[in-house]
């Protein structure tokens, strides 16, 4: 068998390349060296050796990438994912272990059938680089829609396109943390359920007739962000919305948001208009994504890979929070983005219902005074005596003295309000006006 056979259906799939030399080892096939080192480093650990690439390869599916199958036809289709419970590492396996699904037949010949977007890099990640934009540029740059990653494919065996999510074909759930997999002509996975229905009321299927081998990557939106856990079943279907986020074309090649978008002509997630030339303004752009309200995450993509092509992901740290104020009121996360300097715009974020917005905003304004008086007096015993009134001394001495050595009061205030705020509103007040009694009255 020769090279060029093995990996003939594997569009770039780095994950269907690694399966394919695996399969063919097996059945007798002998790599060349350069080979070897190519496909095994997709593993993340290039060799010339088979057994070390048999070795890696049983590490790598048995801890960190999960490998969910269905029998179908005379072969298996098999879907892959990184396991969410292993650290995050970045090598083309991992980056295309975002919900690959393979088909391998009883004779050992690999397939892609879906090739979904692959894993952006984290800048928080351990060893992710920030690339100059003057090294290589910035082609796009786009904001996270907050929803779930659906993935729609041409399924050749129910002969018809089929939504799948990250981690599950349509036909498989899990109940607790035990995976069922019902027949493969039933859909149990709620994700692909609603996703399937929206596809066939909008006549989203329509369109994606005339792209066979074609594999799109959609965001699915539902009615409350993704980011607080939502039980999907108790929202109408009329709720939620499908963006798309990009096509991959038949030979792999991932085209941007705005090909997709002009492609299909769908509606897809946000193309933001910016500029990025050099490393400046890029750390400028970074600063501001990491303190974001409204958008969970942005995507910068880099030019120059056909398949995999170099993206950074920055996260905001106060979206989190922002969405915790909307959605559930949550004192806490008030407190944070007041700690912020954005205790207006999270008034502003609450529920217009009853007393709670002016209830917030008395907060704010009480967790100013605690800020201020803190600032001021934190050397004095008089905090000490806060503390032990309300119990907390032992769980924040370290705090203290931390705050005392670097006259830097922003982290013990924060560890004092998550500690003493409570679950609502109103019992945050309560706690609060105790302590900056106790403060106050210490003069």
């Known amino acids: ?23 063919g080892i097996e059945q007798g096939y002998e790599p060349s060296k350069e ?30 990438v999960q490998k969910n199958c269905v029998l179908v036809g005379d072969g298996e289709l098999c879907i892959y994912s990184w396991n969410p419970r292993a650290y995050v ?83 498989m759930v899990y109940m607790g943390r035990q995976l069922i997999i019902e027949d493969h002509g039933e859909i149990v996975n709620p994700y692909v359920r609603i996703a399937d229905e929206l596809a066939s009321n909008t006549g989203l299927y329509s369109l994606l007739k005339k792209y066979s081998g074609y594999t799109f990557t959609f965001i699915l939106e539902p009615p409350e962000p993704a980011i607080t856990r939502p039980n999907i079943e108790l929202f109408n279907l009329e709720d939620f919305r499908l963006y798309l986020l990009c096509v991959r074309l038949d030979d792999g090649t991932l085209l941007t948001v705005k090909e997709s978008r002009e492609l299909l002509e769908w509606s897809s997630i946000p193309v933001i208009e910016t500029s990025i030339e050099n490393m400046e303004s890029l750390k400028d752009f970074i600063d501001k994504a990491r ?80 800020e201020k008086i803190l600032s001021n007096r934190i050397g004095e015993s008089v905090v000490d005596n806060m503390l032990k009134e309300t119990n907390l001394y032992r769980q924040l001495k370290g705090e203290l003295e931390r705050a005392r050595r670097t006259q830097n009061t922003s982290r013990f205030i924060r560890k004092l309000l998550a500690l003493s705020s409570g679950e609502t509103l109103y019992e945050a007040r309560e706690n609060l006006k105790k302590i900056l009694n106790i403060l106050e009255g210490e003069k």
């Open 89 to 171: 590492r970045y090598f083309p396996v991992s980056i295309d272990a975002t919900g690959t699904i393979l088909y391998i037949d009883s004779k050992g010949r690999v397939s892609t059938i879906a090739y979904p977007i692959h894993r952006s890099h984290d800048i928080e990640g351990r060893g992710v680089r920030i690339v100059d934009p003057i090294e290589k540029a910035i082609v796009e740059v786009t904001g996270r829609v907050d929803g779930y990653p659906i993935t729609f494919y041409y399924n050749p065996f129910l002969k018809r396109w089929i939504p799948a999510t990250r981690y599950l074909l349509h036909n």
């Open 35 to 64: 080979e070897l080192m190519m496909v095994s480093g997709f593993l993340g650990q290039p060799t010339k050796k088979v057994g070390a690439f048999e070795g890696r390869y049983l590490d790598v599916f048995s801890r960190l």
């Open 1 to 23: 068998m020769e090279s060029s056979v093995l990996y003939r259906d594997c569009r770039g799939n780095s994950i269907c390349m690694v399966e394919a030399l695996r399969t």
């Open 291 to 370: 303190n974001d309200l409204y958008r969970r995450s942005y995507f910068i993509r880099y030019s120059n890979d056909k398949y995999r092509p170099y993206t950074l992901e920055v996260k905001s740290k106060l979206y989190p929070e922002a969405m915790a104020v909307k959605y559930q009121s949550s004192p806490k996360s008030l407190f944070i983005l007041a700690s912020y300097g954005y205790g207006d715009k999270a008034v502003e974020l609450l529920t217009e219902y009853g007393d709670i917005r002016s209830v917030g905003r008395e907060l704010v304004s009480m967790y100013n005074r605690l």
